[in-house]
């Protein structure tokens, strides 16, 4: 969902590549059920989506990673510790104190309630990680 929603928002800019990749993602997954209806919902296809692993050759590409658990972010720097500095909270720098720093729930599993909460985190939370690099990445021309 968050690659989904945070392409979406980046459609209309070529100066953007996004993509997604799990820590520990069975690949070759098409998304979720919920996922894909809610997102449908909204406008945004995930047909052809495929999950996949992270690997250093999609960490050496990458700009900026963003994790939706400091879990994640323990296991990318376990695993990836020369790609440590690029790695994020993906609610490092919203606004909104009550999601501030917390772990977004994978909802995978769960019912749909749980993706629709997610989701709402996701359109609280992208909009500041566009600005965070707008701001930061983009004016220090990378």
Do not use: C
Request: hydrophobic residues 45%; aromatic residues 8%; charged residues 25%.
């Amino acid at each position: 969902m968050a690659e989904a929603l945070f392409r979406d928002m980046v459609r209309e800019r070529a100066d953007y590549e996004v993509s997604s990749a799990g820590v520990a993602a069975a690949p070759g997954m098409p998304a979720s059920k919920h996922s894909a209806a809610l997102l449908k919902a909204r406008g945004i296809d995930l047909d052809n989506f495929k999950s996949r692993m992270l690997d250093r050759q999609i960490l050496e590409q990458a700009t900026h990673v963003f994790a939706m658990s400091s879990h994640h972010m323990a296991a990318i720097a376990d695993e990836f510790p020369a790609h440590s500095d690029k790695v994020y909270l993906v609610s490092e720098f919203v606004a909104e104190d009550a999601l501030r720093g917390r772990d977004l729930s994978d909802p995978f599993g769960q019912g749909r309630s749980a993706y629709e909460q997610t989701l709402r985190d996701l359109e609280i939370i992208l909009p500041s990680l566009l600005a965070y690099i707008d701001q930061t990445w983009k004016e220090n021309d990378g």
